[in-house]
Protein backbone atom coordinates (compact mmCIF):
# COMPACT_ATOMS: atom_id res chain seq x y z
CA UNK A 1 0.00 0.00 0.00
CA UNK A 2 1.24 3.47 -0.97
CA UNK A 3 0.82 6.84 0.75
CA UNK A 4 0.00 10.32 -0.73
CA UNK A 5 1.98 12.84 2.74
CA UNK A 6 -0.02 16.22 1.32
CA UNK A 7 1.60 19.64 1.60
CA UNK A 8 1.02 22.94 0.94
CA UNK A 9 -2.40 23.11 -1.49
CA UNK A 10 -2.79 19.86 -1.10
CA UNK A 11 -4.12 19.06 2.23
CA UNK A 12 -6.75 16.93 0.72
CA UNK A 13 -7.00 14.71 -2.25
CA UNK A 14 -10.42 15.29 -4.35
CA UNK A 15 -9.57 11.88 -6.39
CA UNK A 16 -9.28 9.81 -3.05
CA UNK A 17 -12.97 7.88 -2.42
CA UNK A 18 -12.40 7.65 1.77
CA UNK A 19 -13.50 4.60 3.05
CA UNK A 20 -12.18 4.99 6.74
CA UNK A 21 -10.04 7.33 8.69
CA UNK A 22 -7.60 5.91 11.58
CA UNK A 23 -6.10 8.18 14.61
CA UNK A 24 -2.63 6.57 15.32
CA UNK A 25 -0.93 6.95 18.29
CA UNK A 26 2.69 6.19 18.06
CA UNK A 27 5.79 6.21 20.64
CA UNK A 28 6.83 9.77 19.61
CA UNK A 29 3.49 11.66 19.96
CA UNK A 30 0.05 11.97 17.54
CA UNK A 31 1.00 12.29 13.74
CA UNK A 32 -0.36 15.59 12.01
CA UNK A 33 -4.06 14.51 11.60
CA UNK A 34 -5.58 11.10 11.39
CA UNK A 35 -5.08 9.19 8.62
CA UNK A 36 -7.43 8.70 5.62
CA UNK A 37 -7.50 4.86 3.63
CA UNK A 38 -9.01 4.70 0.35
CA UNK A 39 -8.73 4.01 -3.04
CA UNK A 40 -7.65 6.24 -6.54
CA UNK A 41 -8.99 4.55 -9.23
CA UNK A 42 -7.76 1.07 -8.65
CA UNK A 43 -5.37 1.49 -6.26
CA UNK A 44 -5.64 1.53 -2.16
CA UNK A 45 -3.58 4.58 -0.48
CA UNK A 46 -3.04 6.22 2.74
CA UNK A 47 -3.42 10.01 2.57
CA UNK A 48 -1.63 12.34 5.40
CA UNK A 49 -1.86 15.87 5.30
CA UNK A 50 1.65 17.34 6.28
CA UNK A 51 0.52 20.15 8.14
CA UNK A 52 -2.95 19.48 9.40
CA UNK A 53 -6.06 18.84 7.58
CA UNK A 54 -6.42 22.92 8.27
CA UNK A 55 -3.17 23.65 7.58
CA UNK A 56 -2.24 25.10 10.70
CA UNK A 57 0.84 23.10 11.79
CA UNK A 58 4.09 25.34 10.63
CA UNK A 59 6.92 23.05 9.08
CA UNK A 60 8.91 23.67 11.65
CA UNK A 61 6.36 22.31 14.46
CA UNK A 62 5.47 19.07 12.27
CA UNK A 63 5.87 15.85 14.52
CA UNK A 64 7.91 14.26 11.35
CA UNK A 65 8.69 10.99 13.21
CA UNK A 66 5.29 10.64 14.36
CA UNK A 67 4.11 10.84 10.60
CA UNK A 68 6.54 8.28 9.50
CA UNK A 69 5.78 5.91 12.43
CA UNK A 70 1.97 6.25 11.84
CA UNK A 71 2.34 5.48 8.14
CA UNK A 72 4.60 2.57 8.69
CA UNK A 73 2.50 1.37 11.37
CA UNK A 74 -0.28 0.66 8.97
CA UNK A 75 1.47 -1.00 6.65
CA UNK A 76 2.60 1.52 4.13
CA UNK A 77 5.47 0.08 1.59
CA UNK A 78 6.28 3.58 -0.57
CA UNK A 79 5.52 6.85 0.26
CA UNK A 80 4.93 10.01 -2.68
CA UNK A 81 5.24 13.44 -1.01
CA UNK A 82 4.05 16.29 -2.44
CA UNK A 83 5.94 20.12 -1.44
CA UNK A 84 5.26 23.51 -2.30
CA UNK A 85 8.81 25.43 -3.14
CA UNK A 86 10.17 28.57 -4.17
CA UNK A 87 12.56 28.23 -7.49
CA UNK A 88 16.17 29.11 -7.40
CA UNK A 89 17.42 27.93 -11.06
CA UNK A 90 16.46 30.23 -13.71
CA UNK A 91 14.88 27.27 -15.45
CA UNK A 92 12.81 26.45 -12.58
CA UNK A 93 10.23 29.08 -12.16
CA UNK A 94 6.77 29.33 -10.99
CA UNK A 95 4.79 26.17 -12.29
CA UNK A 96 7.33 24.24 -12.54
CA UNK A 97 7.11 20.45 -11.09
CA UNK A 98 10.11 18.69 -10.17
CA UNK A 99 11.07 15.35 -8.56
CA UNK A 100 14.33 16.23 -6.82
CA UNK A 101 17.24 13.61 -6.61
CA UNK A 102 19.65 15.36 -3.80
CA UNK A 103 18.82 17.90 -0.73
CA UNK A 104 20.59 20.09 1.16
CA UNK A 105 19.53 20.09 4.94
CA UNK A 106 20.16 23.71 6.77
CA UNK A 107 16.97 23.16 9.26
CA UNK A 108 17.70 22.92 13.13
CA UNK A 109 16.33 21.41 16.58
CA UNK A 110 14.27 19.81 14.69
CA UNK A 111 13.44 15.91 16.19
CA UNK A 112 15.40 14.33 13.19
CA UNK A 113 16.18 10.89 13.82
CA UNK A 114 14.49 7.75 15.86
CA UNK A 115 18.02 6.14 16.91
CA UNK A 116 18.64 8.55 20.00
CA UNK A 117 18.20 7.63 23.65
CA UNK A 118 20.51 5.59 26.23
CA UNK A 119 18.93 2.34 25.31
CA UNK A 120 19.71 3.08 21.24
CA UNK A 121 22.62 2.36 19.78
CA UNK A 122 24.50 4.78 17.73
CA UNK A 123 23.07 3.91 14.12
CA UNK A 124 24.13 5.28 10.77
CA UNK A 125 22.20 5.33 7.83
CA UNK A 126 23.32 5.81 4.09
CA UNK A 127 21.94 9.26 2.72
CA UNK A 128 24.00 9.61 -0.17
CA UNK A 129 20.82 9.44 -2.70
CA UNK A 130 18.50 10.88 -0.60
CA UNK A 131 15.56 9.52 -2.71
CA UNK A 132 14.60 6.27 -3.44
CA UNK A 133 14.88 5.91 -6.92
CA UNK A 134 12.42 3.58 -8.11
CA UNK A 135 9.91 5.44 -6.49
CA UNK A 136 10.54 8.79 -8.35
CA UNK A 137 10.93 6.55 -11.27
CA UNK A 138 7.01 5.74 -11.00
CA UNK A 139 6.50 9.91 -10.57
CA UNK A 140 8.01 10.46 -13.69
CA UNK A 141 6.54 7.72 -15.36
CA UNK A 142 3.06 8.88 -14.15
CA UNK A 143 3.81 12.07 -15.10
CA UNK A 144 4.56 10.90 -18.94
CA UNK A 145 1.02 8.77 -18.73
CA UNK A 146 -0.62 12.01 -17.56
CA UNK A 147 1.24 14.24 -20.20
CA UNK A 148 2.39 16.72 -17.44
CA UNK A 149 6.03 17.92 -18.14
CA UNK A 150 8.44 17.19 -14.76
CA UNK A 151 12.04 18.42 -14.81
CA UNK A 152 14.24 15.48 -13.85
CA UNK A 153 16.12 16.23 -10.93
CA UNK A 154 17.73 19.01 -8.80
CA UNK A 155 18.60 19.77 -5.48
CA UNK A 156 16.55 20.85 -3.24
CA UNK A 157 17.52 23.42 0.04
CA UNK A 158 15.79 22.99 3.31
CA UNK A 159 15.48 25.75 5.28
CA UNK A 160 13.98 26.12 8.59
CA UNK A 161 10.73 28.55 8.40
CA UNK A 162 8.02 29.70 8.70
CA UNK A 163 9.64 32.77 7.42
CA UNK A 164 10.52 32.73 3.42
CA UNK A 165 14.48 33.58 3.06
CA UNK A 166 16.06 36.77 2.74
CA UNK A 167 17.46 37.75 -0.99
CA UNK A 168 21.46 37.10 0.23
CA UNK A 169 20.37 33.16 1.87
CA UNK A 170 18.88 32.29 -1.49
CA UNK A 171 22.78 33.63 -3.05
CA UNK A 172 24.33 31.33 -0.75
CA UNK A 173 21.99 28.04 -1.03
CA UNK A 174 22.94 28.50 -5.22
CA UNK A 175 26.62 28.82 -4.64
CA UNK A 176 25.96 25.84 -2.31
CA UNK A 177 24.22 24.17 -5.57
CA UNK A 178 20.68 24.51 -4.57
CA UNK A 179 18.19 24.61 -7.25
CA UNK A 180 14.66 24.73 -5.43
CA UNK A 181 13.93 26.02 -1.78
CA UNK A 182 11.33 24.47 0.75
CA UNK A 183 10.89 24.19 4.19
CA UNK A 184 9.56 20.34 4.88
CA UNK A 185 11.92 18.45 2.96
CA UNK A 186 13.98 17.15 6.54
CA UNK A 187 13.78 15.82 8.72
CA UNK A 188 11.12 13.89 7.09
CA UNK A 189 13.16 12.13 4.05
CA UNK A 190 16.01 10.92 6.21
CA UNK A 191 13.19 9.39 9.17
CA UNK A 192 11.73 7.77 5.86
CA UNK A 193 15.08 6.37 5.33
CA UNK A 194 15.33 5.37 8.85
CA UNK A 195 12.49 3.15 8.66
CA UNK A 196 13.56 1.74 5.16
CA UNK A 197 10.67 3.55 3.66
CA UNK A 198 11.15 4.51 -0.08
CA UNK A 199 9.92 7.93 -0.68
CA UNK A 200 10.17 10.48 -3.33
CA UNK A 201 8.71 13.72 -3.39
CA UNK A 202 7.24 16.05 -6.48
CA UNK A 203 8.47 19.55 -5.64
CA UNK A 204 5.74 22.44 -6.98
CA UNK A 205 7.58 25.61 -7.29
CA UNK A 206 5.17 28.28 -6.70
CA UNK A 207 7.17 31.25 -6.75
CA UNK A 208 10.62 32.46 -7.87
CA UNK A 209 12.95 32.56 -4.74
CA UNK A 210 13.99 35.78 -2.93
CA UNK A 211 15.79 38.37 -4.81
CA UNK A 212 15.11 36.28 -8.43
CA UNK A 213 12.34 37.19 -11.08
CA UNK A 214 9.62 38.55 -10.39
CA UNK A 215 10.76 38.03 -6.59
CA UNK A 216 13.70 40.52 -6.84
CA UNK A 217 12.81 43.14 -4.67
CA UNK A 218 9.63 41.78 -2.22
CA UNK A 219 7.48 37.72 -2.48
CA UNK A 220 3.98 37.85 -3.70
CA UNK A 221 2.10 35.74 -1.00
CA UNK A 222 -1.43 36.26 -3.12
CA UNK A 223 0.63 35.04 -6.54
CA UNK A 224 2.20 31.88 -4.89
CA UNK A 225 -1.07 30.42 -3.97
CA UNK A 226 -2.76 31.33 -7.19
CA UNK A 227 0.11 29.35 -9.12
CA UNK A 228 -0.25 26.54 -6.05
CA UNK A 229 -3.71 26.06 -6.91
CA UNK A 230 -2.98 26.23 -11.09
CA UNK A 231 -0.19 23.39 -10.37
CA UNK A 232 -2.02 21.14 -7.43
CA UNK A 233 -4.32 20.18 -10.31
CA UNK A 234 -1.40 18.77 -12.67
CA UNK A 235 -0.01 17.41 -9.26
CA UNK A 236 -3.19 15.74 -8.79
CA UNK A 237 -3.07 14.11 -12.35
CA UNK A 238 0.61 12.58 -11.89
CA UNK A 239 -0.34 10.97 -8.63
CA UNK A 240 -3.47 9.41 -10.20
CA UNK A 241 -1.28 7.82 -12.98
CA UNK A 242 1.15 6.85 -11.05
CA UNK A 243 -0.27 5.39 -8.23
CA UNK A 244 -2.90 3.70 -10.69
CA UNK A 245 0.47 2.38 -13.18
CA UNK A 246 1.72 0.48 -9.84
CA UNK A 247 -1.38 -1.21 -9.16
CA UNK A 248 -1.33 -2.61 -12.32
CA UNK A 249 2.00 -3.64 -12.31
CA UNK A 250 1.60 -5.04 -8.95
Known amino acids: MD ?19 EVVRTPFGDPSCALSFGRVGQAPIVFLARHGYGHTIAP ?18 RIFAVASVGGIREDFGPGTIAVPDQLIDYTYGRK ?23 TRQALIAGARTAGEAVAL ?10 RLETAAEI ?3 ANDGCDLVGMTGMPETALARELELPYAVMAVVVNHAAGR ?13 SELNDAMARVRRILVAALNGSAAAG
Open 213 to 225: GDSRDAISLSAME
Open 171 to 173: RRL
Open 153 to 162: GGTYGCMQGP
Open 3 to 21: AIIGGSGLARLAELVVERR
Open 60 to 77: HQINYRANLWALREVGVK
Open 112 to 134: STYFEGPDNPVTHIDFTRPYDES
